[in-house]
């Protein structure tokens, strides 16, 4: 039962700090199209949008902590970004196309969980790469158990085998590296 009140309480937080990151977000903080995520974050001293990346860290601190929590009842096919982008889009956001919130104009929710989940990432990979544990690989942060198989060989080998990812001892890593971005976004905010 204390669970689901957990579970419940960091879903609505999540929700909350998205709504608040919505408020502040616009179309002409990205290069390109918003759909690809692809947010300026700083122009390489400075942070472009201060206000808007205290609010990035506060929406993925929430998303985490609502995943760490739906990680001791559920178990994900993904790894921590795939599972970013889906919590968003189907938990948080629940693909409402007529949702009034995030980024006004022609966005629907998928697109918008899309590019907050990028965002949202991408904010991860520059945290990770201070974990003590790190892959050497941007988009594979956890080690291979394998000698002979690369983080990113041995990543597409737990998708075909299903649901290996947040099991054994690399679900373990998994399990450390989703609790260090956690600690490391406290920080933060």
Same mark, same amino acid.
């Given at each position: 039962?204390?669970?689901?009140? +957990?579970?419940?309480? #960091?879903?609505?937080?999540?929700?909350?700090?998205?709504?608040?990151?919505? =408020?502040?977000?616009?179309?002409?903080?990205?290069?390109?199209?918003?759909?690809?995520?692809? %947010?300026? %974050?700083?122009?390489?001293?400075?942070?472009?949008?201060?206000? =808007?990346?205290?609010?990035?860290?506060?929406?993925? #601190?929430?998303?985490?902590?609502?995943?760490?929590?739906?990680?001791?009842? =559920?178990?994900?096919?993904?790894?921590?970004?795939?599972?970013? %982008?889906?919590? @968003?889009?189907?938990? !948080?956001?629940?693909?409402?196309?007529?949702?009034?919130?995030?980024?006004?104009? &022609?966005?629907?929710?998928? =697109? !918008?969980?899309?590019?907050?989940?990028? !965002?949202?990432?991408? *904010?991860?990979?520059?945290?990770?790469?201070? /974990?003590? &544990?790190?892959?050497? *690989?941007?988009?594979?942060?956890?080690?291979?158990?394998?000698?002979?198989?690369?983080?990113?060989?041995?990543? &597409?080998?737990?998708?075909?085998?299903?649901?290996?990812? /947040?099991?054994?001892?690399?679900?373990?890593?998994? +399990?450390? @590296?989703? *609790?260090? @971005?956690?600690?490391?976004?406290?920080?933060?905010?």
């Amino acid at each position: 039962m204390m669970v689901v009140f +957990k579970k419940n309480h #960091l879903k609505k937080k999540a929700f909350t700090e998205l709504r608040t990151l919505s =408020t502040v977000i616009k179309p002409e903080m990205f290069y390109g199209d918003v759909c690809f995520g692809d %947010f300026k %974050f700083s122009d390489g001293n400075e942070p472009l949008y201060p206000e =808007t990346e205290t609010q990035i860290y506060k929406c993925a #601190l929430a998303v985490l902590e609502y995943i760490e929590c739906l990680a001791k009842i =559920t178990v994900f096919q993904e790894g921590i970004c795939g599972t970013i %982008f889906e919590v @968003l889009r189907k938990d !948080i956001l629940w693909i409402d196309d007529s949702c009034p919130c995030l980024i006004p104009g &022609h966005y629907g929710a998928g =697109t !918008i969980a899309e590019a907050i989940s990028e !965002i949202i990432v991408n *904010s991860c990979k520059g945290i990770w790469v201070d /974990w003590e &544990h790190f892959s050497g *690989s941007s988009s594979y942060p956890i080690q291979s158990p394998l000698a002979d198989a690369s983080p990113m060989q041995y990543f &597409h080998f737990t998708s075909a085998e299903g649901g290996l990812k /947040w099991k054994g001892e690399y679900g373990k890593q998994r +399990k450390e @590296l989703l *609790s260090f @971005l956690i600690k490391s976004l406290k920080e933060k905010v």
